[in-house]
């Protein structure tokens, strides 16, 4: 079935097409009319002097919000790892065919799902105080070991509990969702290579879930780092806490709030560029891959290839 | 027993819930026949390949791959299921390939070929590598181990998918349509491939509509229908002078 290209005659290529392209005149005006507004608010905000803008940079670096810094990342870190690590467990229980943990996995959805994560902040650091000490035996029967609680979940550990604990259970069905999303067909071609269970959810399913479970993953931490703000009810020094205490001292309020905000959009700023990157290593063999750093786009370095 | 069998399916019956697909299938496969298993959308083809590996369990009836028993361990008169362990063990001596190639689409060609070998035998990755090299060269795709799936046709992705199952060295190969999802161009090039793994003595059981490749390659047709082994013979003997009369329709709407 050889088609006889001798036969074909060869036609030149003609010249590329040179056209006036489509104009857009309103996106110019929009973006005219934003400009303005912009200018409007930027003046305000640097001429106002209600902003106080020397008591923002005069604590920007300070020890104590850089010390509260340092604990809002810790917190958000720790807390993101217990969440992804026991969501990632959770999610596989939930799927397993051994319907004790399939309803094991769900009860857990549904109670750190349907109560507050103030409230579990609130009760993890308060659980030294309901369990005097913490006993390890039989349940009803004799006790081998005794941990004196209030030494063993400390008030920071307790906040990393609530909070990781409670991300879990949203992490859980993110990856549930992954997990669904791959075709059944690599199971089963994995399968049929006498893969076993274990290593076919390690090796082939996981790694095609992550393009799925990684965008709502950067949203969860980047909505985590905000979060973390919660456990100053507890009285954790993070970052909102410090800038509260400084606040209350030098009755600065708007001027640390306002500092206590830069901070925290610098590091969500921070973890998109980084989803970013993520996303695209976990894009490899796919067809839909992202379109370009939102960032490099809006200020013109860097082009998606 | 029928230790000389490659498979050997004795009344072997499947149901999905109410819906019995497989009304008692007996067969027998010796070592080094190739046997296609032909029959209308819907007549348990598929179920029945997949009963051979285990992807699904067996009803009523028994199955033999190798002289051994498919899923259950005999004892006395007693029957005990395998663990999943033991099913992945033996699932490891029959390769799979399926109408859709199923390859991995995070790995490269050669990664998804030496994914097997290296995670399930052990074997190191450099000896892994090598023979996915001589397995490539031999599917006519030695250019081709850094691609990935998506990026090769619906053909070089089967013959990469029929490389990845030999790299098991399995001793029975199992083909479900394996080309009805290719453009009719494509087609030629891995029927090509199977012709040439048939010659080498490769143990084959293969549902196809290529009957042109029945024909010529085929030991043994079966046509199916309704769950049923409705005529068995040699392919010449099937397709020019069928018994039965649901053979001679099906046959004449695919000839
Ligand atoms: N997992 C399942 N659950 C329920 N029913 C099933 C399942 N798998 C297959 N069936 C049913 O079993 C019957 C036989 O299916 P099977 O895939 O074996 O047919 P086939 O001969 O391979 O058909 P085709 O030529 O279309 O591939 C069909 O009616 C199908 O709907
Ligand atoms: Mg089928």
Known sequence: ?305 | MSADLMVKAENVHKHFGRLEVLKGIDLEVAPGEVMCVIGPSGSGKSTFLRCINHLEKLTAGKLWVDGELVGYRQKGDKLYELRDDEVARKRREIGMVFQRFNLFPHMCVIDNIIEAPTQVKGVPKGQARERARELLDQVGLADKERAYPRELSGGQQQRVAIARALAMDPKLMLFDEPTSALDPELVGDVLEVMRNLATAGMTMIVVTHEMGFAREVGDSLVFMDGGVIVEHGAPKDVIANPQHERTQSFLSKVL
Do not use: C
């Open chain 1, 1 to 305: 079935m050889t088609t006889e290209s001798t036969d074909l005659e060869r036609r030149e290529t003609p010249e590329a097409i040179v056209a006036v392209p489509v104009r857009h005149p309103w996106r110019w005006v929009a973006a005219a009319v934003l400009l303005v507004l912009a200018a409007m608010f930027v003046h305000g905000l640097v001429t106002n002097p209600a902003w106080q803008w020397d008591a923002v940079w005069k604590n920007f670096f300070s020890k104590e919000v850089l010390d509260g810094l340092l604990i809002t990342i810790e917190l958000t870190v720790l807390a993101m790892v217990i969440g992804v690590v026991l969501g990632i467990i959770v999610a596989v229980m939930r799927l397993s065919p051994n319907p004790i943990l399939a309803g094991v996995a769900w009860l857990y959805a549904w109670f750190f799902r349907g109560t507050p994560v103030l409230v579990q902040i609130v009760f993890w650091s308060y659980l030294a105080r309901l369990y005097q000490y913490l006993s390890l035996g039989i349940p009803f029967g004799p006790e081998f070991v005794y941990f004196d609680t209030n030494s063993l979940i400390p008030i920071f550990l307790g906040a990393v509990l609530g909070l990781g604990l409670n991300e879990a259970a949203y992490m859980s069905e993110i990856v549930r969702a992954g997990i669904l999303s791959v075709d059944e067909g690599q199971t089963e071609a994995a399968e049929a290579l006498g893969m076993k269970r274990g290593k076919i959810l390690r090796r082939i399913v996981l790694p095609q879930a992550m393009r799925v479970i990684i965008p709502p993953t950067g949203n969860e931490t980047i909505s985590m780092l905000k979060t973390t703000s919660l456990v100053t009810v507890i009285a954790v020094s993070d970052l909102f806490t410090v800038t509260g205490q400084i606040a209350s001292s030098n009755l600065q309020q708007v001027p640390m709030l306002v500092l206590a905000s830069i901070w925290y959009l610098i590091f969500t700023s921070v973890l998109s560029i980084g989803q970013y990157y993520i996303e695209k290593r976990y894009s490899r063999g796919s067809l839909r891959t992202s379109r370009g750093n939102p960032f490099a786009n809006l200020f013109g370095f860097g082009r998606a290839r």
